[in-house]
């Protein structure tokens, strides 16, 4: 590590040296202080120049992106203004739109798939890292690897032809025995009917973060299994010799060094479940107004509204459309943010010397 | 294990006479070891699994599926197959700690109940992906095994035409378009810019290493909006593959950038170090030694971010627009990918495109499973670990080095110069 800095700053030590030995108090006769560092040539000046450039481009089409989505966007805000927040309808021809319905079934479609998520990876990049045999690790890292990788769509078929008509008798249980809690709340369902129509259940936010779930969990578990594996071998086997059981030395060194990465690896997969388009958009039966009952039919999510309604909008409805996205963009810039400095900031890679 | 030498306290004074084997003369200070010749040493059982733990495993199972059996069935109104399970599940665990803490203490009873409970987590995890991927191949094996599928395009395909007729060759056609345009983009780019966050050190590449994390949180549909309002609408091009492979690209370029900033970052510094020191410039430093070096890892870096763009919906759902017929044209027309056209063929309700529509998920999930499998073979070694191959080539190289070194030796030595050591004492 420290080899690799010194490499790398080496042109700007130099220049420190020669302005310093350029203020030492010599006679002006003298010679000129010598370079400390040979002259790069013309091929190394062309190559850095290549280099930079490329850089410049790629941040030139980034901040095209950035940029351009923010100045489509003003359009939008300044009719909408502060109601953009708290408008609940989608009617942006005529003037009265906002993102409060789609920005809170966002949240929750991810929240939902963070709850189940979470405990599944951690579960999952326990066992890799610390139970698993040594033989079969490296395959179970790459079916883990491979999972993530899987196409949104596959598991937006799967989740619609097969999961949804499954958690349909699931929702409906919660929603009998724990409808008091306002949040599985399902108007228009009656436990005491039996032949009770399953559509009140279907097509929900439940549903919808179950199979974001599936999507994101392989994310969070890479991250959090990447994390544990470097806790420091000595501190293991300190705890071995203090006489800690392997539940012991997990409690006491592992999951206190991976705390970081379990944090940032959880909201790295909020920040994907969040901007999950595919899947949910199969799922869902979109409405335009705040739904906070996850477990009842219809929701809706940034992502899908603009899937679902892009293809038909003016120019004022495109505008509104690119606010949406701004802000969606904002709110995974800032989760995706957050979750790396967590993770950079862990103890991880600072590992003791054993 | 008993002990086999016979070793007093530093307290104990005294003759201590072994209870068996020979008796050695206690002598202040020295004392040999006792040998026994009788009794061979048993081999000692390495295994961590006793038969104890599983029979408490085995029982606890039984005794639970026992007793939820007994709920469900007899006593209460439960039913389903998936509140039977997660019953079940909860009893074995408090009957699994019940057992244990007969013998053991508490920590080893929380030692025991937190395996298994990590066990099962991971093994519902694995088994749930595992089952969505192998659903979506079941699933398709009503479209897959016509060999029209792969040769024809949806465009003689009615909604109530068997699968006989019709296929997804125009999907096919338009992925490999796009991801090929979205590539000849991606990798010089990428490439270039992560040799420049390496190389050039610098207030400016880190701002641009920061602007390009920030990018890789841009959700794909954005990404999508984004070519849509400016490629199509202002700039008044019509839908095509162009479009699409564009979207794919703005997706594509943060992860590739960001991967290959990682893999190439691993490259030793020992390794640019002996470079610099032979007196090589930079660009020669980074094409002879920075990207051979790292080049599994980049491989690997841009058959994943591939793999990603080629599995990508929503961009393409906005830029590509949709077809049913071939069209092998990038620059006009609507061109449908593989994830496009899966999904806009489940929409329907026809039970044939349904059919049609898991069967290119599956041809989809093949293609993804192929380039995974292809990114592990190439990469999954670190820097500097040779294949096989390569090291044969190391090998044989050091070998002609030898052999051109004995030959100048021998040349020497036959021009009646003293040969240069060896000979010495």
Same mark, same amino acid.
């Given at each position: $590590?420290?080899?690799?800095?010194g490499?790398?700053?080496?042109?700007?030590?130099?220049?420190?040296?020669?302005?310093?030995?350029?203020?030492?108090p010599v006679t002006?006769a003298?010679?000129?202080p010598?370079?400390?560092?040979p002259?790069?040539?013309?091929?190394?000046?062309v190559?850095?120049?290549?280099?930079?450039s490329?850089g410049?481009?790629?941040l030139?089409? $980034?901040?095209?992106?950035?940029?351009f989505?923010?100045?489509?966007?003003?359009?939008?805000?300044?009719?909408?203004k502060w109601?953009?927040?708290?408008?609940?309808?989608?009617?942006?021809d005529g003037g009265?739109?906002?993102?409060?319905?789609?920005?809170?079934?966002?949240?929750?479609?991810?929240?939902?798939?963070i709850?189940f998520a979470?405990?599944?990876?951690?579960?999952?990049?326990?066992y890799?890292?610390?139970?698993?045999?040594?033989?079969i690790?490296?395959?179970?890292?790459?079916?883990?690897?491979? $999972?993530?990788?899987?196409p949104s769509?596959?598991y937006g078929?799967?989740?619609?032809?097969?999961?949804?008509?499954?958690v349909?008798?699931? @929702?409906r249980w919660?929603?009998?025995?724990f409808?008091?809690?306002p949040?599985?709340?399902?108007?228009?369902?009656?436990p005491r009917?039996?032949?009770?129509?399953?559509?009140v259940?279907?097509?929900?936010?439940?549903?919808?973060?179950m199979v974001?779930?599936l999507?994101?969990?392989?994310?969070?578990c890479?991250?959090?299994?990447?994390?544990?594996?470097?806790?420091?071998?000595? #501190?293991?086997?300190?705890?071995f010799?203090?006489?800690?059981?392997?539940?012991?030395?997990i409690?006491?060194?592992?999951? /206190?060094?991976?705390?970081?990465?379990?944090?940032?690896g959880?909201?790295?997969g909020?920040?994907?479940?969040?901007g999950?388009?595919?899947?949910?958009?199969?799922?869902?039966?979109?409405?335009?107004?705040?739904?906070p009952?996850?477990?009842?039919?219809?929701t809706s @999510?940034?992502?899908?509204?603009?899937?679902?309604?892009?293809?038909?909008?003016?120019?004022?409805?495109?505008?509104?459309l690119m606010?949406?996205g701004?802000?969606?963009?904002?709110?995974?810039?800032?989760?995706?943010?957050v979750a790396? @400095?967590?993770v950079?900031?862990s103890?991880?890679g600072?590992?003791?010397?054993? | 294990m008993?002990?086999t030498?016979?070793?007093?306290p /530093?307290?104990?004074?005294?003759?201590?006479?072994?209870?068996?084997?020979?008796?050695t003369?206690?002598?202040p200070g020295?004392i040999?070891?006792?040998?026994?010749t009788?009794?061979?040493?048993?081999?000692?059982?390495?295994?961590?699994?006793?038969?104890?733990?599983?029979?408490?495993?085995?029982a606890a199972?039984?005794?639970?599926?026992?007793?939820?059996?007994?709920?469900?069935?007899? $006593?209460?109104?439960?039913?389903?197959?998936?509140?039977?399970?997660?019953?079940s599940?909860?009893l074995?665990?408090?009957v699994?700690?019940?057992?244990?803490?007969?013998?053991?203490d508490?920590?080893?009873v929380?030692?025991?109940?937190?395996?298994?409970v990590?066990?099962?987590?991971?093994?519902?995890m694995l088994a749930?992906?595992?089952?969505v991927?192998?659903?979506?191949?079941? #699933?398709?094996?009503?479209?897959?095994?016509?060999?029209?599928?792969?040769?024809?395009?949806?465009?003689?395909?009615?909604?109530?035409?068997?699968?006989?007729?019709?296929?997804?060759l125009?999907a096919?056609?338009?992925?490999?378009w796009?991801i090929?345009?979205a590539?000849?983009?991606?990798i010089p780019?990428?490439?270039v810019c992560?040799?420049f966050?390496n190389?050039v050190p610098?207030?400016?590449?880190r701002?641009?290493?920061?602007?390009?994390?920030?990018m890789?949180?841009? /959700?794909?549909?954005?990404?999508g909006?984004?070519i849509?309002a400016?490629?199509?609408?202002?700039?008044?091009?019509?839908?095509?593959g162009?479009?699409?492979?564009?979207?794919? @690209?703005?997706m594509?370029?943060?992860?590739?950038?960001?991967?290959?900033?990682?893999?190439?970052?691993?490259?030793?510094?020992?390794l640019r170090? *002996?470079?610099?020191?032979?007196?090589?410039?930079?660009?020669r430093t980074?094409?002879h030694?920075?990207?051979?070096?790292?080049r599994?890892?980049?491989?690997?870096a841009?058959?994943?971010?591939t793999?990603?763009?080629?599995?990508?919906?929503?961009?393409?759902?906005?830029?590509a627009?949709?077809?049913?017929?071939?069209?092998?044209?990038?620059?006009?027309?609507?061109?449908?990918?593989?994830?496009?056209?899966?999904f806009?063929?489940?929409?329907?309700p026809?039970?044939?495109?349904? *059919?049609?529509g898991?069967?290119t998920a599956a041809?989809?999930?093949?293609?993804?499973?192929?380039?995974?499998?292809?990114?592990r073979?190439?990469?999954?070694?670190?820097p500097?670990?040779?294949?096989?191959r390569?090291?044969?080539?190391?090998?044989?190289?050091?070998?002609?080095?030898a052999?051109?070194?004995?030959?100048?030796?021998?040349a020497?030595?036959s021009s009646?110069?003293?040969a240069?050591t060896?000979s010495?004492?």
């Open positions: $590590m420290s080899v690799r800095c490499v790398h700053s080496v042109p700007e030590a130099s220049w420190h040296v020669t302005t310093r030995i350029s203020e030492r002006p003298a010679q000129p010598r370079r400390l560092y002259d790069p040539g013309v091929s190394d000046r190559f850095r120049g290549v280099l930079r490329g410049a481009l790629v030139v089409i $980034m901040l095209l992106v950035g940029g989505l923010s100045y489509r966007a003003w359009e939008a805000l300044s009719v909408a109601g953009f927040i708290t408008t609940e309808t989608w009617e942006p009265n739109f906002g993102i409060a319905a789609v920005l809170v079934g966002t949240i929750l479609i991810a929240l939902v798939a709850v979470v405990p599944m990876a951690l579960g999952t990049a326990l890799i890292s610390e139970y698993a045999p040594p033989r690790r490296q395959t179970l890292i790459s079916i883990v690897d491979l $999972m993530a990788a899987v769509v596959v078929l799967w989740g619609l032809f097969f999961f949804q008509g499954h349909v008798t699931l @929702s919660i929603s009998t025995y409808g008091w809690i949040l599985f709340e399902v108007d228009g369902a009656d009917d039996p032949l009770a129509t399953a559509t259940f279907t097509s929900s936010t439940f549903i919808a973060g974001v779930s999507m994101v969990a392989p994310i969070i890479s991250v959090m299994r990447e994390v544990f594996s470097q806790a420091p071998i000595g #501190e293991r086997e300190g705890a010799a203090l006489g800690a059981n392997r539940w012991g030395m409690r006491s060194v592992v999951l /206190p060094f991976g705390k970081g990465g379990m944090i940032g959880a909201m790295l909020l920040g994907r479940a969040l999950e388009t595919i899947a949910v958009y199969l799922i869902i039966s979109p409405v335009f107004v705040i739904q009952h996850i477990l009842q039919n219809g @999510s940034v992502s899908s509204l603009i899937a679902l309604r892009y293809g038909e909008a003016s120019e004022i409805g495109m505008s509104a606010a949406a701004l802000a969606l963009f904002l709110m995974t810039l800032v989760v995706n943010f790396s @400095s967590i950079a900031r103890r991880s600072a590992a003791s010397d054993s | 008993t002990v030498t016979a070793q007093s /530093p307290g104990d004074q005294g003759p201590q006479p072994s209870p068996d084997g020979p008796v003369p206690s002598v020295t040999l070891p006792a040998r026994r009788t009794r061979t040493e048993s081999r000692r059982n390495l295994a961590t699994l006793r038969a104890t733990d599983v029979y408490a495993m085995l199972a039984a005794a639970s599926l026992c007793i939820t059996w007994l709920l469900f069935d007899r $006593m209460l109104p439960f039913n389903g197959a998936l509140g039977f399970v997660v019953v599940y909860a074995f665990l408090g699994y700690a019940l057992l244990v803490s007969f013998d053991e508490g920590p080893a929380r030692d025991r109940v937190a395996a298994a990590v066990q099962s987590l991971g093994l519902v749930v992906l595992a089952f991927v192998v659903y979506t191949l079941y #699933e398709g094996r009503d479209a897959l095994p016509h060999l029209n599928f792969y040769t024809e395009s949806m465009a003689d395909a009615g909604p109530i035409e068997p699968l006989s007729v019709g296929g997804i125009h096919i056609v338009g992925t490999l796009q090929s345009i590539l000849l983009i991606c780019a990428g490439l992560a040799v966050l190389e610098g207030a400016f590449s701002f641009v290493r920061t602007i390009v994390e920030a890789t949180a841009l /959700p794909s549909i954005v990404a909006l984004f849509y400016t490629f199509i609408l202002a700039l008044g091009f019509e839908r095509s162009l479009a699409a492979a564009l979207a794919i @690209s703005v594509m370029l943060p992860i590739i950038i960001r991967a290959a900033d990682v893999v190439i970052r691993l490259v030793p510094g020992t170090e *002996a470079s610099y020191a032979l007196g090589t410039s930079r660009w980074v094409w030694v920075v990207l051979p070096t790292s599994s890892g980049l491989t690997t841009i058959i994943l971010g793999a990603r763009g080629v599995g990508e919906t929503s961009p393409v759902l906005l830029t627009g949709y077809t049913a017929e071939l069209n092998t044209d990038p620059l006009h027309d609507p061109m449908v990918s593989l994830p496009l056209a899966a806009e063929l489940v929409k329907s026809e039970p044939t495109y349904i *059919a049609r898991f069967g041809v989809l999930l093949v293609l993804v499973l192929v380039l995974f499998v292809f990114a073979v190439l990469g999954g070694r670190g500097g670990q040779l294949t096989r390569q090291e044969h080539h190391r090998v044989r190289a050091s070998r002609r080095d052999k051109r070194f004995a030959a100048y030796a021998s020497d030595q009646d110069r003293p240069p060896r010495t004492p």
